[in-house]
């Protein structure tokens, strides 16, 4: 029997992450993922209700954690795809930089930089052996000096030139930052506590982008939903 292609898909029980794990199995992946809500994991498997679903929950900055999810991986096929997608915004509402208390910013970098890496360093040979990709979920709030997000954009700014010198050292993995915009998510509203985000986009509407990206496959870099060479993107 021929197995599937394999990804890996963290923070995956709601949001965008529970929308790419979605889109992935319609299109016969399997996918591995994790979430640290375990009964909202729980729920998302259950919603989703795939033999070709491995739901492990856990935190991606626990070193076990992330090694049960390449093992895991490795178990069930060759793993083509990691999606770093977890991410942590910090306090809301997001205090000045210069109020920034150092143990939540340090707490943040953990989930955005330093879990992110050690967990494509723990997957890069299984995806050197299969030529796989990585995709390194990132923001606007990466390239642009938004007053109140320090913390989270400078650790997305981080995860940014990480993936740029991981393109130029781990060929033939390509390596991509990956920016589905302005979403309507738990995340994107603890953001703006008390405001409306109902003209956001739902996160399904961001997944073609990204399913674009690993069809065609560009030159590593960072992109956005919005860029003309993932316009072509189908659902």
Known sequence: MTQSHVAIVTGASRGFGKAVTAALLDRGWTVVTDARRADDLKHTAAELNSDRLIAIPGDVTDA???AALVAAAAGAGPLRL?????SR??????????????GELRAVYEANVFAPLALIQAALPALTTNAGMIVNVTSDAAVEPYPGWGGYGSSKAALDQLSAILAAEAAPVAVYAFDPGDMRTEMHQAAFPGEDISDRAEP??????????????????RYRAADSVLSGARS
Not at 82 to 86: I, R
Not at 89 to 102: E, I, N
Not at 204 to 221: F, M, N, Q, S, W
């Open 82 to 86: 990691l999606v770093n997608n977890a």
């Open 204 to 221: 399904e509407a961001k997944v073609p982008a990204l399913l674009r990206l690993v069809d065609t496959r560009p030159p590593a870099g």
């Open 89 to 102: 915004l910090g306090p809301s509402p997001q205090p000045a930089l210069a109020d920034y208390p150092a």
């Open 64 to 66: 076990s954690h992330r």
